[in-house]
């Protein structure tokens, strides 16, 4: 029986170790496509491992591409999306979840239902608010409806607000606590690895966004990484070693948020609901 069992939990890690590396080559493919010198972009057999590696590749994109300029512009728009994210959506979860209010149950079924519209039906309706408020052209329709909550994370906060007993929250009325004070000093800190969990999808979505600023930046020097990396490529197609570098330090900050928060992200992922 513990043969048997041995033998189970390590096909497991083969299989998982397997599917590990399937979805690791197309960013080892960019790394390595990162540190290849011209010549062997389109060597056949294609060069695994570029010996010896040419660092300059990376200084080259710098040089020729605005990088830390559209870099600036996807911070200010994601570290903008993350606050307005954590501000709004653990107030709206927490009205679901722990205040009785006429009414309650029946705006948050609409506001599930208002996930399953997909961002094609809302595109046009929201471009012309935000062309009648003057904001084209400018970061304010990337950031500010994040601030007004979104209904998928306000679910998650909601499913885990709802583990977190009344008894705790009735002692805090009894000591003359506000409902306030009570999910600022009470549900917030309980709530930490499922607002990292929740920063971190927002940051990586907002990071990554490419729509958005499509539709509402027209300035290049207002472009975020997303949208300015395709720009590099039409002026530089032939340098795809500088434009592989370029994307490499593109996805650097997801990936040490992500190294910052796993811990936090497999307790939110469990705690949240998830799983199931």
């Avoid at 069992?5 to 496509?33: D, E, G, H, Q």
């Avoid at 972009?41 to 559209?70: E, H």
């Avoid at 979505?205 to 300035?219: A, E, R, V």
Wanted: glycine letters at 6%; hydrophobic letters at 55%; a positive charge.
């Amino acid at each position: 029986m513990r043969k048997h069992n041995i033998l189970y939990l390590n096909s497991v890690r083969f299989i998982l170790i397997a599917v590990t590396i399937v979805y690791m080559l197309p960013f080892l493919w960019m790394l390595s496509t990162s540190l290849k010198a011209d010549q062997d972009l389109y060597a056949f057999p294609p060069v695994l491992i570029p010996i010896p590696p040419v660092f300059s590749n990376y200084i080259q994109a710098l040089n020729y591409f605005p990088f830390m300029r559209y870099f600036a512009n996807s911070l200010i728009i994601s570290v903008g999306t993350v606050v307005g994210t954590l501000i709004s959506c653990p107030l709206v979860a927490y009205s679901f979840s722990k205040i009785k209010w006429w009414g309650r149950d029946f705006f948050f079924y609409i506001m599930i239902g208002t996930i399953m519209l997909p961002f094609a039906v809302t595109m046009i309706p929201q471009f012309i608010i935000f062309q009648k408020l003057g904001w084209l052209n400018t970061f304010l329709p990337l950031i500010v409806p994040s601030f007004f909550g979104m209904p998928l994370y306000i679910f998650l906060i909601r499913q885990f607000f709802q583990t977190i007993p009344d008894e705790l929250l009735d002692a805090a009325r009894v000591d003359g606590a506000s409902e306030f004070k009570i999910y600022l000093k009470v549900m917030l800190p309980l709530a930490k690895p499922v607002l990292f969990l929740i920063s971190l999808f927002t940051f990586i979505g907002s990071w990554n966004n490419y729509l958005g600023p499509l539709i509402y930046l027209t300035d290049e020097s207002k472009y975020p990484l997303a949208l300015g990396l395709p720009q590099f490529l039409n002026r530089y197609g032939t340098h795809w070693n500088w434009m592989m570098a370029a994307a490499t330090m593109a996805i650097i900050p997801s990936i040490i948020l992500f190294i910052f928060t796993q811990k936090y992200l497999i307790e939110g992922i469990k705690l949240s609901g998830i799983k199931g």
